[in-house]
């Protein structure tokens, strides 16, 4: 692959990085990947590489740029409790702005040749679903995103095509809380919401111990499917 890190102007001054990975086609539609509490690590890096393999003009900002730049912590006792406390210190405001440039520097680049999409896991599955209220992308995909069920408010902001994974067996959000947010669109023809039975929060990582590859292939293949039929 031929990933990079480039820069962005941010709102306010400044700017912060954004990893990007380039199609083999060298253009495509736009996908903001939106990293976990370890920040754009090897496995965030890989999601985008793959998405870019399968097309996609990928950009994955640096979400924590304001405390320290390009954060990449590991799965592990050392650096989990680092991430934690990134996430604690996020300014969400300004971390929902510097989403909103990222995409729209995506929609400038010439390589971006159709519309662009957010997806996201765990903060970055919740701040998926705040770039889709905000309006700043064109579509959304929220892989576990954790406090969704409190931003139910923001619902009717939400125009765009919306694509939800959730685990079963989340312990970090209950099923409860999925149910919450499954009455909250349940008159919307184009979100989807999708469960996936006996499997944990963080599912789709590779690099952690509640990976599923049964879950984890088929939440991909849908999010394929999904995108396809919305920014392709």
């Given amino acids: 692959m031929n990933g990079h890190w480039i820069d962005i102007a941010a709102h306010d001054g400044g700017s ?32 985008a590489d793959q998405y870019a393999m399968d097309g996609f003009m990928v950009y994955a900002p640096d979400v924590f740029w304001r405390q320290q730049p390009r954060v990449d912590l590991g799965y592990n006792e050392i650096d989990t409790p680092k991430a934690f ?11 929902a702005k ?3 440039a990222t995409a729209a520097a995506l929609r400038a680049n010439s390589a971006c040749t159709g519309k662009v999409a957010s ?13 889709a209220a905000d309006g700043a992308v064109d579509a959304a ?10 931003m139910l408010d923001r619902a009717p902001d939400i125009k765009v095509p919306m694509l939800l994974h959730f685990a079963e067996n989340d312990g ?9 947010v499954k009455t909250a669109f349940g008159d919307r023809d184009n979100v989807r919401i999708d469960v996936y039975g006996g499997v944990d929060h ?27 039929g919305v920014i392709c």
């Avoid at 406390?85 to 971390?95: E, K, P, V, Y």
């Avoid at 963080?202 to 292939?217: L, S």
């Fill in 119 to 131: 997806l996201g896991f765990c903060m970055g599955g919740r701040l998926s679903f705040v770039c």
């Fill in 98 to 100: 510097d989403l909103g």
């Fill in 85 to 95: 406390a990134f996430m604690t210190a996020l300014d969400a405001t300004n971390a």
């Fill in 141 to 150: 995909v929220c892989y576990y995103g954790g406090g969704i069920h409190t």
């Fill in 16 to 47: 912060f990085g954004a990893y990007v990975s380039t199609p083999p086609k060298g253009s495509g539609p736009g996908l903001v990947v939106i990293q976990e509490i370890w920040g754009v690590n090897e496995h965030i890096r890989d999601v």
């Fill in 172 to 180: 970090y959000i209950p099923m409860t809380a999925v149910e919450s």
């Fill in 202 to 228: 963080g599912f789709n990582c590779w690099g952690r111990p509640m990976y599923n590859q049964r879950a984890a292939a088929l939440a991909r293949g849908r999010s394929l499917s999904f995108l396809a």
